[in-house]
């Protein structure tokens, strides 16, 4: 489909709207995971409404020695993967549209989520990107904003900034989409060597490991609540032709919880730590999804694996989503 190219928000606001406008939030250099996000919101808006694909390298997200400048700027080829995914807009602001007089001398604070995991390694990130965040909900006029799952973080700031400020506007999680060997899409990918994608490849197996034992731990939960707990349960497992070693596996699934889902991740990372190239882990944590604060072996609920490491010069995030105890299995 023809998809328009707009620089200012004026141009943007003149256009006619009828049904829903959905916005996708890029900083360019589009693959086929923001492509995912664009056709997602196409399906979410129907043909009766519109999809607004921005693209704006923002450098309030940049910290001091980080990739700014190096950052990849493909406007012809994003404009090109934006319309075969359905984009009716591409907004592609300059600095000076979105922060008019320079840099904003108020801004939103992330708060002490924002302090957390990919807070502590990158101080004022998660400010910077709240307050484009802001700026271009603002800018764009959306009835929803979809958002990819690959930066948890990222998304569960945005809910708790929209719900705590009553923006009125709907927020959409999509999964995190990979590439065949398991890597998830990032426009970061692009940097890394041969040698540099093998270790990398750590981080998303260092996820699924974690989740095999999970997994794991949750079809022992789930047996060991079939069976009475009393003195019967040995009994009924053995019948059955297990081992009495068996008999308790409440037990064994409770002891074990989320640290044992940690040491399975763990595992691999340590692994690729003495590779060449090595892998250099930032964080490997198990957290909250609400506040990102890591849980308790007794928790229940939704919770987010999430790991960060540098291979190289690359700095690479990647996580998943789990559901402990009485709300079932692996998500």
Known sequence: M???????AGELHARARTGRRAVVMTMGALHEGHATLIRAARDLVGGDGEVVTTVFVNPLQFGE???????????????????????????????????????PQVRISAGPMGERLEGATRPGHFDGMLTVVAKLLHLTRPDVALYGQKDAQQLALIRRMVRDLNFGVDIVAVPTVREEDGLALSSRNRYLSAAERRTALALSGA?????????????????????????????????????????DAHAVATAAGPAAVLAAARQVLDGAARLTPPLTLDYLALVDPSDFTGIGADFTGEAVLAVAARVGTTRLIDNLPLTFGTLGATS
């Open 207 to 247: 996820l699924f490991a974690g989740r095999d034992r999970h997994a794991a731990q949750e079809a022992l939960r789930a047996r060991a609540r079939e069976v009475p707990s009393t003195h019967a349960r040995a009994e009924a497992l053995n019948a059955l032709g297990e081992s009495r070693a068996a008999a």
């Open 65 to 103: 020695g980080e990739d700014l400048d190096r950052y990849p700027r493909t406007l012809d080829a994003d404009l090109d993967v934006a319309g075969r995914a359905g984009a009716d807009a591409v907004f592609a602001p300059s600095a000076d549209e979105v922060y008019p007089g320079g840099e």
């Open 2 to 8: 023809t998809t328009t190219l707009l620089r200012t």
